[in-house]
């Protein structure tokens, strides 16, 4: 007696639905930016950034079904890039610490 091959992995419609999603994500993308929002454009933009790199890791990089070490390593990857952002937005807020220098 043969038993019926099971198919395993992620089937087509979830990519389907997390392409559109990612569409979308786009969309709003390019609607935020006509809008001046001021401060909050740059936060806005990274909101969406994230959430489309973490429906790529979770669904296209199959971290979905991955092991608690590939969680860890692809978190620690993101806390990197947070310290990385965090960083760089510092640096224009030190730049009225010292005086222009006088050629």
């Known amino acids: 007696m043969t ?6 992995g992620t089937p087509p ?15 709003l993308t390019v609607a ?7 401060r909050f454009n740059l936060a806005i933009a990274l ?6 790199a ?5 669904y296209f990089m199959h971290a979905r079904s991955a092991g608690r070490l590939i969680w860890l390593f692809a978190g620690a990857g993101f806390f990197w890039l947070a310290i990385l952002i965090t960083l760089s937005l510092y640096d224009p807020l030190t730049r009225g ?6 050629w």
Do not use: Q
């Not at 610490?97 to 006088?102: A, C, D, F, S, T």
């Open 3 to 8: 038993t019926p091959h099971v198919r395993k």
């Open 13 to 27: 419609k979830v990519y389907v639905s997390v392409y559109a999603v990612l569409l979308a994500l786009t969309g």
């Open 32 to 38: 935020a930016a006509r809008f001046d929002l001021g």
């Open 47 to 52: 909101a969406i950034a994230g959430t489309k």
């Open 54 to 58: 973490l429906a790529v890791i979770v």
């Open 97 to 102: 610490w010292l005086p222009p220098p006088e």
